[in-house]
């Protein structure tokens, strides 16, 4: 071939590398290698090169191994007591507090904090008693006439029958026994009729007193029963009701126990029928520090609630920081599903393809798929039911690469593909 035609056969082969090059419209996978390895290149090898087909590429790959997977539902509330009462008089009356009392003040069990006017009834009891007194001696007077009229008309039947007395006076002595009779039962009906007044005197002594039903700390009534906003908790005064008239139904404060604490806390209706009673939470707790103790769900309200329209959830926490107080705001997080040893792969790297899912793999330093069943997904990852297993290289690109694909894998952490 002489010059000329070599010329030429050069220019119809640069003309079909540009057509080629310039009709491929498709997203090159890997930019050229400019670096030439020795020897010549035929023309197609050139081309397959620059496509990325038959060339290396790098291609970043997660490790596929196990782990623990939780699916969970995030709900938020307040923190209450898992014990509180409401502190009320047990009886009308004049109400004297024994020592000036507050909110925050801790009190114990049976500790006597006031104690309702009892003057009357110390006087009722003390008349009581002295005609209980009365009445007993009384009645002892009555059983010795008793035992006299009796011996009376003994004797004087022996002297009717001796002629030596009338019928008439044997019949007063038997009026005298009747009478002796009746008055000893009437005071022994008194006498037992006071005791009772008496017994009825002492339970009202006993009523008197008003005592911690348990041991915790003080608190508004309202702050119990909800009637008031938090921020008029503390400003209201225990002591105003001092020296005061109160009856059964006056609150006069309450009473939370410190030793265990419930999170109060509302999910909607789908949510509520994922929540099971002895589920494992996680609860924080927001207060001048944040804090995050385990918790179990311990009862589900059944009704909802009149003025959100949701569905109260209580989890006890299984321990207890000196910083909790009822009314903390909290966040709990309740274990739904679990799964131990499972593939865990963020799913962003899952594919759909129609009702299939897909994620791509390297094997033998090639891309592949392969199908997968997924399980538990939270939180950006999700559980492989099946389609990988541990030691399994997973193409960690949101982007597909073409099958077939040579690569060079380069492993990475999972979390540098968050």
């Given at each position: 071939?002489?010059?000329?035609?070599?010329?030429?056969?050069?220019?119809?082969?640069?003309?079909?590398f540009?057509?080629?090059?310039?009709?491929?419209?498709?997203?090159?996978?890997?930019?050229?290698?400019?670096?030439?390895?020795?020897?010549?290149?035929?023309?197609?090898?050139q081309?397959?090169?620059?496509?990325?087909?038959?060339?290396?590429?790098?291609?970043?790959?997660?490790?596929?191994?196990?782990?623990?997977?939780?699916?969970?539902?995030?709900?938020?509330?307040?923190?209450?007591?898992?014990?509180?009462?409401?502190?009320?008089?047990l009886?009308?009356?004049?109400?004297?507090f024994?020592?000036?009392?507050?909110?925050?003040?801790?009190?114990?069990?049976?500790?006597?904090?006031?104690?309702?006017?009892?003057?009357?009834?110390?006087d009722?009891?003390?008349?009581?008693?002295?005609?209980?007194?009365i009445?007993?001696?009384s009645?002892?007077l009555?059983?010795?006439?008793l035992?006299?009229?009796?011996?009376?008309?003994?004797?004087?039947?022996?002297?009717?029958?001796?002629?030596?007395l009338?019928?008439?006076?044997?019949?007063?002595?038997?009026?005298?026994?009747e009478?002796?009779?009746?008055?000893?039962?009437?005071?022994?009906?008194?006498?037992?009729?006071?005791?009772?007044?008496?017994?009825?005197?002492?339970?009202?002594?006993?009523?008197?007193?008003?005592?911690?039903?348990?041991?915790?700390?003080?608190?508004?009534?309202?702050h119990?029963?909800?009637?008031?906003?938090?921020?008029?908790?503390?400003?209201?005064?225990i002591?105003?009701?001092?020296?005061?008239?109160?009856?059964?139904?006056?609150?006069?404060?309450?009473?939370?126990?410190?030793?265990?604490?419930?999170?109060?806390c509302?999910?909607?209706?789908?949510?509520?029928?994922k929540?099971?009673?002895?589920?494992?939470?996680?609860?924080?707790?927001?207060?001048?520090?944040?804090?995050?103790?385990?918790?179990?769900?311990?009862e589900?309200?059944?009704?909802?609630?009149?003025?959100?329209?949701a569905?109260k959830?209580?989890i006890r926490?299984?321990?207890?920081?000196?910083?909790?107080?009822?009314?903390?705001?909290?966040?709990?997080?309740?274990?739904?599903?679990?799964?131990?040893?499972?593939?865990?792969?963020?799913?962003?790297?899952?594919?759909?393809?129609?009702?299939?899912?897909?994620?791509?793999?390297?094997q033998?330093?090639?891309?592949?798929?392969?199908?997968?069943?997924?399980?538990i997904?939270?939180?950006?990852?999700?559980?492989?039911?099946?389609?990988?297993?541990?030691?399994?290289?997973?193409?960690?690109?949101?982007?597909?690469?073409?099958?077939?694909?040579?690569?060079?894998p380069?492993i990475?952490?999972?979390?540098?593909?968050?």
């Amino acid at each position: 071939m002489n010059r000329q035609q070599k010329t030429w056969a050069f220019g119809i082969l640069l003309s079909v590398f540009i057509a080629l090059t310039a009709c491929d419209d498709r997203p090159s996978l890997t930019s050229f290698n400019e670096d030439k390895p020795e020897g010549d290149y035929s023309l197609r090898k050139q081309i397959e090169s620059m496509r990325g087909i038959q060339g290396t590429l790098e291609a970043p790959v997660i490790e596929v191994t196990t782990g623990t997977i939780i699916d969970e539902l995030s709900v938020k509330g307040t923190l209450v007591p898992r014990k509180s009462v409401i502190v009320k008089p047990l009886m009308d009356g004049r109400i004297t507090f024994l020592r000036p009392i507050k909110v925050g003040d801790l009190v114990e069990k049976d500790e006597m904090i006031a104690k309702i006017d009892d003057r009357d009834i110390e006087d009722e009891i003390k008349n009581q008693l002295q005609q209980i007194d009365i009445t007993s001696a009384s009645l002892q007077l009555d059983e010795r006439i008793l035992s006299q009229s009796e011996k009376d008309l003994e004797y004087d039947r022996e002297m009717l029958a001796k002629g030596l007395l009338t019928e008439i006076k044997v019949r007063e002595a038997e009026t005298n026994l009747e009478q002796a009779k009746i008055n000893l039962q009437r005071n022994r009906i008194t006498l037992e009729q006071e005791k009772n007044r008496l017994q009825q005197s002492l339970r009202k002594r006993e009523k008197v007193a008003i005592k911690a039903p348990m041991s915790g700390m003080v608190v508004l009534s309202s702050h119990l029963t909800g009637q008031k906003n938090a921020a008029d908790f503390f400003n209201e005064e225990i002591m105003a009701i001092d020296d005061t008239l109160v009856g059964t139904g006056t609150n006069l404060f309450g009473i939370i126990s410190q030793d265990a604490y419930l999170a109060q806390c509302q999910v909607n209706g789908s949510d509520k029928a994922k929540v099971r009673l002895g589920q494992n939470a996680q609860i924080t707790i927001i207060s001048h520090k944040e804090l995050t103790v385990p918790g179990t769900v311990t009862e589900i309200a059944h009704l909802q609630d009149t003025k959100s329209h949701a569905y109260k959830v209580w989890i006890r926490l299984s321990a207890v920081d000196p910083s909790f107080t009822t009314g903390l705001f909290v966040r709990a997080a309740i274990e739904l599903d679990r799964s131990e040893g499972a593939i865990i792969i963020p799913s962003k790297y899952i594919r759909e393809r129609g009702e299939r899912k897909i994620v791509q793999i390297v094997q033998d330093d090639q891309i592949a798929e392969s199908a997968v069943q997924t399980g538990i997904a939270y939180r950006g990852a999700v559980e492989i039911v099946e389609g990988l297993k541990a030691g399994d290289w997973l193409l960690a690109m949101e982007t597909e690469m073409a099958l077939g694909q040579r690569v060079a894998p380069q492993i990475i952490e999972v979390n540098e593909t968050d």
